[in-house]
C-alpha cells in the first residue's frame, strides 16, 4: 500500500526557512514523479516543486527560494524552503503520481496528510 507521511511544517518569520519531508512507504519514490502542493485559507491546490527522474520544477512563486531532493535510501524527499514569505502560509502536501501524467493535482494519485507552515511578517 502507497503510504505518504508529511513532516517539517511550523511557525517561523519572514525571511527564515523550514524543511518539509515526505517519507514514503510500499513504494520507491524512484518510480513515481513527486509533487509537493500548497493550498493557503481560501485558495485552491497549488503546485510548488515536481520531481520526475532526476529533472526537477518549481513555480514562479518558489523559483530560486525552494529546493526539492530526494534521498532513495531513506526513501524520502524534502523540500527545502529559504527566504520564507507571509504569502507562503499554507498547508503543504506531498504527493506521487505513477504515470508521470502531468503537473496537475488532478494527475497525483497518491497523497500525504499535509502539514501547516505558518510564516510572520
Known amino acids: 500500500e502507497v503510504q505518504l507521511q508529511a513532516s517539517g511544517g511550523g511557525l517561523v518569520q519572514a525571511g527564515g526557512s523550514l524543511r518539509l519531508s515526505c517519507a514514503g512507504s510500499g513504494f520507491s519514490f524512484d518510480d513515481y514523479a513527486v509533487g509537493w502542493f500548497r493550498q493557503a485559507p481560501g485558495k485552491g491546490r497549488e503546485g510548488v516543486s515536481f520531481?520526475?527522474?532526476?529533472?526537477?520544477r518549481y513555480a514562479d512563486s518558489v523559483k530560486g527560494r525552494f529546493t526539492m531532493s530526494k534521498d532513495n535510501a531513506k526513501n524520502t524527499v524534502y523540500l527545502q524552503m529559504n527566504s520564507l514569505k507571509p504569502e507562503d502560509t499554507a498547508v503543504y502536501y506531498c504527493?506521487?503520481?505513477?504515470?508521470?501524467?502531468?503537473?496537475?493535482?488532478?494527475?497525483?494519485?497518491?497523497w500525504g496528510q499535509g502539514t501547516q507552515v505558518t510564516v510572520s511578517s
Open positions: 504527493a506521487v503520481d505513477k504515470y508521470y501524467a502531468g503537473t496537475s493535482s488532478t494527475f497525483f494519485d497518491y
Open positions: 520531481l520526475r527522474s532526476r529533472a526537477t
